[in-house]
């Protein structure tokens, strides 16, 4: 897949902003606050990074795999993956509605392309993202493995236990990217348990972290993966510490954890496209 | 007491059913390239080291951390790997059943899960590791495929017919050195009953250890001039109803065997199919709602009425009730 300019995943990135919050609003349900936080970080990923192929298979062999395990943010992933090709872009219309491949979490039952474990209940996707590298590793595949969690979910154990292992048997063709946005359902992490110090943390488990402090700024984000990309194969996998900010591009979403999980209204959907570039065309 | 009866099938040597896994692991890595290992700190007591020596580089030690290794087991499958993951059936299931129902069963991935010591016959460690919930948990799970086998030769050939099948599969297997009553160079077919003796009286429907105590207890009902069916049921999920609606359908009546609870086992599917299609009269020999205990694997047993007397007396009641 030919990689896009700055220009062009800034325009893109605004397309996908409308995407997710039509599909939220069209269902009045989803999750469009962590979808807009990571929109910068979706886009840049398979429209300069990821070495991938929309005629979709399983196994990617040879290819760059990607794992979502906030699979809530849904959202922006199927936005992406349909203007990538990997389905048609009309389908973002059944988003969470009955009889639909795009189910209200990521899911591989119904088999929509693009998606190869089901995400939703927290903290799994780390693990699986090891294991689909440990497996690339074997077969002397080359490709890189992607992984995107949240930073509430780093409270859970799983996330542990992976963090642990990665280093220790020398995964090194894995990039896992936290979504550093402060914010989770009941309200900010540092109020609902404090996650501080990530990086002290990660760090202690022999990982190479990296921070990408403008999360929501193409150049830093496109920047901050091909930095982690060129410290991958030293013997320790990557961490990048992704600063976003919940709700970005709309102004009454931004910052907030009000819109982790509620669907705007007819004006404030009205208000919110305003204020965002119909550059690819709506679906 | 059992040396003195007359059993359709005997046996010269006792090994544990996890060591028929061991062996069939090493055999399935030879076979098949993508075989591979996942162990939780449990290598020596899920025999897997000969796996382990011979194929370090498919082989991955986790370390204390089952829900890790789930998730890593189902992340392999994405490029054609077949994981084997290795830890106690306790922490097989109720540990990680989310992880397993996310990762593995609702995203349809070819996992292994091969669970060692289930069951009271498990013994001294208690009722902590005795799980006796797993079988119900994994047959609820959409796409889990469920076995349960009953010998050390049965059990390798599970393991070996596992590798070749495509899709989640739960594997339960035990401590116990136990009797090998089953021939070495069987085939094992998932989900086919194996009808190991003919009766026409009554049929125990057995599974896992006691599959050898409903033997004992045939000969024990023959002595007393009962013709009792006895059925292998090797794989819980996909059940045989079939072999099941045929053997009572000729019988009248039946027993389920099995070292887990009343509440989701192997007794709980054989009474929905007789009840779906033709009733009648089921006795159960399982745990009823309780936990297990510390105590040798013979005397749990007997305490919780799962050995070949209570097979008998339940037998008997079931042809009471016809």
């Known amino acids: 897949m030919e990689k896009l300019t700055t220009e062009q995943l800034q325009k893109t990135a605004s397309q996908v ?9 069209e269902v009045q349900s989803g999750h469009p606050g962590a979808s807009l936080g990571c929109t910068e970080f979706f886009v840049a990923l398979y429209f300069n990074q990821l070495n991938h192929n929309s005629e979709f298979s399983m196994e990617g062999k040879g290819e760059d795999l990607f794992f979502l395990s906030n699979g809530h943010i849904s959202p922006v992933w199927y936005s992406v993956l349909a203007r990538s090709g990997y389905f048609d872009l009309e389908e973002l219309k059944t988003f969470r509605k009955i009889n639909s491949r795009v189910q209200g979490h990521p899911a591989t039952e119904e088999g929509l392309p693009g998606i190869r474990i089901a995400s939703g209940s927290l903290g799994q996707g780390l693990s699986v993202a090891i294991g689909a590298a440990q497996a690339k590793k074997i077969d002397g595949d080359k490709g890189i493995v992607y992984a995107l969690m949240g930073d509430g979910e780093q409270q859970e154990g799983q996330i542990w236990e992976a963090a642990m292992y990665a280093p220790h048997h020398k995964v090194d063709n894995l990039i896992a990217t936290i979504d550093f946005n402060r914010q989770q359902i009941d309200g900010p992490t540092a109020v609902v348990m404090d996650l501080d110090d990530l990086k ?17 700024d193409m150049a830093s984000v496109v920047e901050g993966l091909e930095k982690a990309k060129a410290l991958l194969g030293n013997g320790k996998p990557v961490l990048n510490l992704l600063h976003t900010e919940m709700g970005f591009g709309v102004d009454f979403m931004v910052g907030t954890h009000k819109w982790h999980g509620i669907a705007p209204s007819d004006e404030q959907l009205e208000n919110a496209l305003g204020q965002l570039e119909e550059s690819l065309g709506d679906y | 007491m059992e040396k003195t009866l007359d059993t359709k099938y005997t046996y ?11 062996d069939g692991l090493v055999e399935a890595g030879r076979k098949n390239p993508n075989v591979v290992g996942l162990c939780a700190d449990l290598i020596g007591s899920l025999k897997m ?33 077949i994981p084997f993951t290795g ?20 995203s349809d991935k070819n996992v292994k899960i091969c669970a060692s010591h289930a069951g009271l016959t498990l013994g001294e460690d208690g009722a902590t590791h005795q799980i006796l919930e797993d079988l119900g948990m994994m047959k609820m799970l959409p796409n889990m495929t469920v076995i349960n086998p009953c010998d050390y030769n049965q059990t390798k050939a599970a393991t070996l017919a596992i590798a070749e099948y495509h899709g989640p599969v739960y594997l339960r297997f035990g401590r116990p050195k136990w009797p090998i009553f089953t021939p070495s160079d069987q085939k094992f077919e998932i989900g086919k009953a194996w009808k ?15 599959v050898w105590e409903a033997v004992v207890a045939e000969a024990m009902l023959r002595e007393e001039g009962i013709s009792a069916e006895v059925i292998n049921i090797h794989t819980i999920k996909p059940l045989d109803t079939q072999a099941i609606l045929e053997s009572v359908a000729k019988t009248g009546c039946c027993v389920s065997a099995e070292e887990h609870q009343y509440n989701g086992g192997l007794g709980d599917s054989i009474a929905q199919t007789l009840i779906r299609n033709s009733p009648a009269p089921q006795e159960f020999i399982g745990v009823d709602d309780s936990f297990g205990e510390s105590g040798k694997p013979e005397d749990l047993l ?10 008998v007396k339940a037998a008997k009641k079931a042809i009471g009730r016809k």
């Open chain 1, 17 to 25: 902003r409308r995407d997710i919050l039509r599909m939220v609003h």
């Open chain 1, 200 to 216: 002290a943390k990660w760090e202690a488990f022999g990982w190479q972290v990296i921070e990408t402090v403008k999360g929501n």
């Open chain 2, 12 to 22: 010269t040597e006792k090994s544990d059913t996890r060591s028929g896994f061991g």
């Open chain 2, 49 to 81: 080291g000969a796996f382990q020596k011979e194929f370090p580089e498919r082989f991955f030690q986790v370390g204390i951390a089952e829900a890790n290794m789930m998730g890593l087991a189902a992340g392999m499958t994405i490029n054609g790997k």
């Open chain 2, 87 to 106: 830890t106690f059936a306790n922490f097989s299931t109720g540990r990680v059943y989310d992880q397993i129902r996310q990762s593995i069963a609702y």
């Open chain 2, 196 to 210: 190991m003796i003919e009766g026409t009286d009554v049929t125990i429907f057995a599974t896992g250890h006691l």
């Open chain 2, 302 to 311: 007997e305490k919780y009425g799962l050995n070949a007397e209570n097979i």
